[in-house]
């Protein structure tokens, strides 16, 4: 079954950095457009980023130029560099695959 693990949230002040990573397995990784989402306490789901088959990007226009969506199909990963982070950024992170998301990794951004 399709199997989705997001890693490397944590805790960081504002302007830092944070890697997200995404492991899938359970599909044809290389076949489907990956997407980030993310949910601030209190909100709603929010859509960050895809990353489609081919390699193609976009991104929600609040962290264009910030966030940088890849994979790697040979290892079957999706990751998401975050870069000058800000407090709005805090929210649970998920890795999607159509409507699957996996379980989430925390990020948090404050001083």
């Known amino acids: 079954q399709v199997q989705l693990v997001e890693s490397g949230g944590g805790l960081v002040q504002p302007g830092g950095s944070l890697r997200l990573s995404c492991a899938a397995s359970?599909?044809?990784?290389?076949?489907?457009?990956m997407r980030w989402v993310r949910q601030a306490p209190g909100k709603g789901l929010e859509w960050v980023s895809t990353i489609d088959t081919n390699g193609g990007t976009y991104y929600a226009d609040f962290v264009k130029g910030r966030f940088t969506v890849s994979r790697d199909n040979a290892k079957n990963m999706m990751y998401l560099q975050m870069n000058s982070l800000k407090s709005e950024d805090t929210a649970m992170y998920y890795c999607?695959?159509?409507?699957?998301r996996g379980k989430g990794t925390q990020v948090t951004v404050s001083s």
């Open positions: 999607a695959k159509n409507s699957i």
């Open positions: 359970g599909f044809a990784f290389s076949n489907y457009g």
